[in-house]
């Protein structure tokens, strides 16, 4: 049953161009579409300038939402390992990776709208206030009117505010959660959702409650602006396309986050 604080409307997101070259862009054609807002690798992690301008070009075509998603500079290991960085290097590596998507996006005619840090950069930063501020100063540094896109609740969510981001919290649809509301290590069972209606399931309820159930049973309270399905998840469209007939049918309207109230 739908709380009295039930939200009404929703971005969703996913994060894509994380390919190289000429090599295929996975679900991505078939992804961005579905999307309202999409996170573009920036170079450091993953993505190139050929990739950057062509996942530009699909999400214009199709008027989603663009914004950047900065990782450590860790091609190898896809962004997901953590590099001993001090502050000063996370502030520069960011800054740099936003002026590489903005200048590929201005060549196609395209604004950014936010900033997603990517791997374990998010989920690092958000956790460590050092790091959270290091993001938040370059994200304002380039452009103050960018959202800032982060884990519902952490400790970015309250740097940014305090620095005057606008922050957009995320949930995320097709992973799983541990008890302190931190996504589970994909090499844990029960790290990935990938049947679309469990998923579909899950994002009207924790739309409708405010709760989100943790691998362990425990009941997160997570009040997200934006939902995220990974590009690199299997069956990614899928899920996008059975959240979105749940989200329809449930009367929940999906708007992309520079037009979300927050």
Known sequence: MASENAIREIDLNCDAGESFGHWPMGDDAALIPLMTSVNIACGAHAGDPLVMRRTLLLAKEHHVAVGAHPGYPDLHGFGRRVIPFPADEVEAWTLAQLGALDAMARGVGVVLRHVKPHGALYNTAADDETLAAAVVRATRAFNPDLTLVTRAGSRMVTV??????????????????????????????????????????????????????????????????????????????????????????????????YQLAH
């Open 160 to 257: 940014a505010r305090e620095e005057g981001l606008r922050v957009a919290e995320e949930a995320f649809i097709d992973r799983g959660y541990d008890s302190a509301g931190r996504l589970l290590p994909r090499s844990h069972p029960s790290a990935l959702v990938s049947d679309p209606q469990v998923a579909a399931e899950r994002a009207v309820a924790l739309l409708q409650t405010g709760t989100l159930a943790a691998a362990d049973g425990a009941l997160l309270r997570i009040h997200p602006q934006t939902l995220c399905v990974h590009s690199d998840t299997s069956g990614a469209a899928t899920i996008a396309l059975a959240a979105r007939a749940a989200l329809n049918t449930a009367g929940i309207a999906l708007r992309p986050l």
